[in-house]
């Protein structure tokens, strides 16, 4: 077939022939354009999820200046009930009060050393100040002693406590009082 | 007359060729059939280009469409951004605050209280036990204790007393096991001598 009897059989048939090329071409166009769709719902998903988290902070936010307030309030109250270890005069001070206030006697207080942090242990916010405290006394002052060191000024944390006879020479082995040796930390900084 | 039904067999004879020649050119010839040729080729072409094109405007729609909800979320993230960030922030300074309470309350805690404990040891002492010593150490308290009396009957209210420790409802919020662990003559004052050892609730055993 010539290029002229090709004209001619166009030409007898315009209508299919012109809706062949158009097929031709809404094919191509549909072939080509194929992954446009897939590609825009792809993004809106990725948008519709970014769209949901924001909107989730801002739900979730609704009262959360509020609680701020109410968390940065209770750590001033914290801050000021902590211990310095390096206020050693005015940590002592704080067990002599104790004495005073138990009527008991004190016979043994020592403010220990706080143990570096390990290489690679998780960072804290405190760092407790331990001391070691042996008391003379009777049953109840004894207990009156752990009450106010466990409900004191200062957060403190027993660690061990020995509650017994306290028998000195010379008495033939008869009890005078009780003795009451503490090992205790209290919440502290540097 | 039946012969004259009977067909004919194929091989009755030879082919006659057409008595005069075929001068016709077929394809200049009108189509003379009802319906013509032409207007099936047109007729499917036609529908061929309407379902493409169908196709391809439902598809240029749906895309539309898409873009139009992708206009609508880029505009509802532009609109959150802010203060979503200013709430991430803020939530970031709140979990630095209630870091440090959670953790002086993992100080606090970590270990019980102790005065309520020797309350409540004083308050249900029987009246045949006195108290020698205390000992709370990090696994648990070891209590010893004086048994007035003879020694025959002293053993059974060593007993007595374990199983009312272990029955007492306030004890136990604190201990998890209790244990006799000792129980032994005193020379000098012919009296048993009790050792109870008090282990703390989620403490391991050595």
Known sequence: MTTQE????????????????????LIAVLYFGSDTVDDAKAQ???LSTEGARLSANIEYSARLAEQYKTVSTANTIIDSRLVRASQLAQNL????????????KLTGLTQMQSALPKKGAPTTNFTPVGFSIVVDCDYAKALDVLHRLED??????????????????????????????????????P | MASLLKKKADNAGPVVPPWHPDLRIVDLLPDTK????AFFVNGIAILGAVVLALLVVHREWELHVVNGQIADAQKQIDRDKRPSAQAVQLFGKFKQEESRIRELNEFVSSRPNLSPIILRIAETLPAKLALRSLDFGPAGLTLKAIIRGAPDQASGDA?????????????????????????SRDPATNRLTVELFLKFKGVKKS
Not at chain 1, 167 to 186: N, P
């Open chain 1, 44 to 46: 809106l998903d990725k």
């Open chain 2, 159 to 183: 007993s007595a007393y374990l199983d009312q420790v272990k029955a007492d409802p306030e004890l136990t919020k604190y201990f998890d096991e209790m244990a006799l662990n000792s129980l």
């Open chain 1, 93 to 104: 001070q704080y067990f002599y009060k104790l004495e005073s206030d138990t009527s008991t």
């Open chain 1, 6 to 25: 090709l004209i001619a059989l166009i030409k007898k048939n315009p209508i299919s022939f012109g809706c062949g090329a158009l097929c031709v071409i």
């Open chain 2, 34 to 37: 009802v319906v013509r040729t």
């Open chain 1, 152 to 189: 004191g000024e200062h957060y403190c944390r027993i660690l061990d406590c020995n509650l017994s006879p306290k028998v000195s020479e010379g008495t033939g082995g008869v009890a005078q009082g009780m003795g009451l040796a503490v090992t205790l930390e209290l919440e502290g900084q």
